[in-house]
């Protein structure tokens, strides 16, 4: 009975990951069948945006609200194991607290300041990975109580990894939930360094409404807090890309794109409060992304974009620094996957892409 409904389980949730469900509903539905494949007490679920690794979103159970600050902290700045950014890019995409610890979960930071004074014991977190793209990651968790995820559960994880990543990636080409009507305006929020609001503008007010996490809570949205850590991350070096504004690119759960960035402002030749902008996102920012949800290498990647420029073959192949031919067969590769029979029609798809998600 037991094997019957794992094996249930996995089957319902390779089902959802072709479903074509938006983030968010496949989010939500893949986590109760999960509960039967690797049986859990909280969980927590983000998109990530690909190219910066930062959180877009996230569907949480049972997750309290006055821990999710303290999770991006850990996660941003500080040290420990288990490290999403390092699960993204790593030899293995998903361990459990307990293995990584030897079995001394009070070697991490994040257990001792946040999982053991909420009783929580064990963790298992995966960063969704299909090829060298992560599109978002899961963290489970079980009770101090609780016994620790064991290998086999591990590698079930794993296996679904790639499937659950593909559709994730999937989602960002649905048009589900669009809406009609103009973008909107940018909106500005203000945090203080340990991340709480200090002020905002209306259209920021709009735009928070509108890109809300689930369960909806006190706390500002992930992305929100994501970006603002990854410019404290910056100023204090455990980050990359110093002077890079850190940004994130996510689609609404009105079916629009929109554009997150940070920056610090100054106030009287001192550091200020942290600076969020969000703004509709521009096609030149949005081409990269829909491009990567059509699973395209990444020289087919580089192919397109710079068709997407207006390069001829022989401009693109001296920039890519390879043969007019390699260019031809790159774009031949990249037609089929987008489903197009010409430079015209690439063009086409991917604003026809940015209009339906941004309507």
Not at 47 to 72: H, K, M, N, Y
Request: net charge neutral; charged share 25%; glycine share 8%.
């Amino acid at each position: 009975m037991i094997d019957k409904t794992i094996d249930k389980a996995r089957r319902e949730l390779l089902r959802l990951s072709r479903a074509g469900l938006d983030a968010w509903a496949l989010r939500v539905e893949a986590l109760q069948h999960l509960q039967a494949l690797v049986p859990f007490d909280c969980a927590w679920w983000a998109t990530a945006d690909p190219a910066t690794l930062l959180f877009t979103g996230g569907v949480s159970e049972q997750i309290p609200d006055r821990a999710t600050p303290l999770f991006l902290a850990n996660e941003l700045l500080g040290e420990d194991v288990n490290k999403f950014s390092g699960l993204a890019t790593g030899a293995s995409p998903v361990s459990t607290l307990y293995a990584a610890t030897e079995g001394k979960p009070e070697r991490s930071a994040r257990y001792r300041e946040i999982l053991h004074p909420h009783g929580m014991g064990d963790e298992l977190r995966i960063a969704l990975r299909e090829g060298r793209l992560c599109w978002g990651f899961i963290c489970l968790h079980r009770t101090a109580n609780g016994a620790a995820f064991s290998p086999h559960e591990v590698s079930l994880l794993q296996a679904l990894g790639p499937q659950l990543a593909a559709g994730l990636r999937n989602a960002l080409l649905l048009d589900a939930g669009s809406r009609p009507g103009e973008p909107g305006a940018p909106g500005v929020l203000t945090l203080s360094d340990d991340l709480t609001v200090v002020k905002m503008t209306p259209n920021a007010e709009s735009w928070l409404d509108e890109m809300a996490d689930w369960p909806p809570g006190p706390v500002p949205a992930q992305a929100v807090s994501a970006v603002a850590a990854g410019l404290l991350a910056q100023e204090r070096g455990r980050a990359p890309g110093a002077g890079a504004s850190p940004r994130v690119r996510i689609r609404t759960r009105a079916g629009r794109w929109l554009t997150l960035h940070a920056l610090r402002l100054a106030d009287a030749g001192k550091d200020g409060e942290i600076a969020v902008v969000l703004e509709p996102a521009r096609p030149e920012e949005m081409a990269p992304l829909l491009l990567s949800a059509y699973a395209l290498t990444e020289r087919e990647r580089g192919v397109a974009q710079c068709v997407l420029r207006g390069m001829s073959n022989k401009a693109i192949a001296h920039r890519l620094s390879v043969s007019p031919l390699t260019v031809q067969q790159h774009l031949k590769a990249v037609f089929e996957k987008v489903g197009v029979h010409s430079r015209g029609e690439l063009m086409e798809r991917v604003q026809a892409e940015y209009r339906r998600s941004s309507a």
